[in-house]
């Protein structure tokens, strides 16, 4: 059953070939033999099967309606940094370890009221800092086609999740390549959206501007799927977008013949000669199905790496202030006096990373560096937007390596922030401008997935999740499994 795509597993359920109820504890079994990979904080296996009953109970109703939930009885997971009601919500930190959110994050309602069956919050970077999953508080997700390699990060804990089949599909939050890198690192499909696409009500903030909820999964068609459930304007949040939903999945068949891909030249420096032969390897494929490819000019996302470390911080330091230890969260014991509090609970839970990030975001915005570091920053940014800008003018997806390589190995970069940063080069100039991306799977090297980016204009991810539907029907490296596999 875990073999199956969310379509094969909506049709299954609708025929009747196996129920919710035993769909969700296939996946709850292959749960209890997962373990080694760590990619789950919390599993929710009483809820899951609660779930899954109602689901059950509603299709088996002899006056019922037809089924329509897009979701109904599909097992997903949760990036811990989405809040559910009743449920550990930590964000991978030791500071919300005891935090049992009081409430349902908005992606989290959709879902459930799309049928989907809850299975349990994913492991991740603390906070959502990091690109390899090596800074959770609960420790280092593997990467199930190696695990002596990362997952990539921040949403490592739910790529290797659905890459090793623990789950049909999961959400993760994508700030300057989150939902990406993991995707390329692991195998599968992952979409950042246009930023309001989808909430951030209920999502634990790291950088407010940046951050954006969507969907990983095995296919583009599943992300399609996930994704027309997920999106949507929500009135909590004041950055939602106020448009109506495409039907995703109904424009994956669209013809590419005459669509422009555009290639750019920056996004071709440092990359790796495995990952290049898989770029225009899959170029070929474009050009077989119609499209037509041209060079691109992007000067400015060069600058997007240094940007994005001013923006990020200070708006993660401020974010991070809430964290205090006197409301919620963790608090240190026996503090002597207020300061004593603050500064115990914050330097015991707050892991390294973070505390880096929240220094340089508190310096970029202190009186004095303001107008040279975050002033700045954002006058780059803008101009690498208006570029973006200009290049939809020319073509209509961009198309990109997703990392310079594969996943390395776990521990080989941790003693080396500039070379962890720079594993985010191509996917975070996308989140600075706020343009949609997707990461899908091409021709894997060395036993390890490699993954290409697209790139699209704004609101127009049904272009994307078509592209990479159309490559998908021509190859099958979406459908590889990796080496490890549960029982």
Known sequence: MHKLSIAEQRQCLQRGDFSALELTQHYLARLETGGALNAFITTTPELAISQAKRVDAARINPGRAPDTTPLGGIPIAHKDIFCTEGIRTSAGSRMLDNFIAPYNATVVDKLNDAGAI?????????????????????????????????????????????????????????????????????????????????????????ASSLDQGGPLARSAEDAALMLSVMAGYDPRDSTSIDTAVPDYRGALNNSIKGLKIGLCSQYMENIDIATERSLFEAVKVFESLGAIISDVELSNTRHAIPAYYVIAPAECSANLSRYDGVRFGYRCEAPADLKDLYKRSRTEAFGKEVKQRILVGSFALSAGYYDAYYRKAQQVRRLIKQGFIAAFQQVDVLLTPTTPGPAFKLGEKTNDPIAMYLQDVYTIASNLAGIPALSFPSNPHGGLPTGLQLMGNYLDEATLLNVAHQFQQQTSWHKLSPAWEAP
Not at 122 to 130: C, K, L, R, V, Y
Not at 156 to 181: E, K, Y
Request: aromatic share 8%; proline share 6%; charged share 15%.
């Open 118 to 206: 809850t299975l349990g919050k994913t492991n991740m970077d603390e906070f959502a800092m990091g690109s390899s999953n090596e800074n959770s508080y609960y420790g280092a997700v593997k990467n199930p086609w190696d695990p002596a390699r990362v997952p990539g990060g921040s949403s490592g804990g739910s790529a290797a999740a659905v890459a090793a089949r623990l789950c049909a599909a999961s959400t993760g939050t994508d700030t300057g390549g989150s939902i990406r890198q993991p995707a390329a690192f692991c195998g599968i499909t992952g979409i950042k959206p246009t930023y309001g696409r989808v909430s951030r009500w209920g999502m634990i903030a790291y």
